[in-house]
């Protein structure tokens, strides 16, 4: 059964810092495009940022641009999401995701629909 384990999120100030991991099994990262989503109370869940599998690529939010980094260690089958410069704005529960990437139409990476397999989230709190 394949399984996506989100952790790293917790408390953090205005201004600081977390990094939440990805982490796979059954399944190989690399093999997969993998974007982390957020939802906060009573609002739908987005898409924050992606990584590619094919060519790297990585995808943002505006919201987070120049915030947040997306990055992938294959060794460790774990993709990360660096977040600097938190707002309370980006509080939410955080969860990754794997998508076998397009299907020969038009590709969004931050759309929740092209996402095959979701893990269990991680809160996210930043106070102000």
């Known amino acids: 059964e394949v399984q996506l384990q989100a952790s790293g999120g917790g408390l953090a100030q205005a201004g600081g810092s977390l990094r939440l991991s990805c982490a796979a099994s059954?399944?190989?990262?690399?093999?997969?495009?993998i974007g982390w989503f957020r939802q906060a109370p009573g609002k739908e869940r987005e898409g924050v940022s992606c990584?590619?599998?094919?060519?790297?690529?990585?995808y943002y939010a505006d919201s987070v641009k120049g915030r947040f980094t997306i990055s992938r260690d294959n060794n460790k089958n774990t993709v990360y999401l660096q977040m600097n410069n938190l707002k309370p704005d980006d509080t939410a529960v955080y969860y990754c995701a794997a998508s076998a990437g397009p299907s020969g139409g038009s590709w969004y990476p931050l759309s929740i629909y092209e996402y095959n397999y979701w893990g269990q989230g991680t809160q996210v709190t930043v106070s102000s």
């Open positions: 059954q399944l190989h990262l690399d093999d997969y495009a």
């Open positions: 990584i590619d599998s094919s060519s790297g690529s990585k």
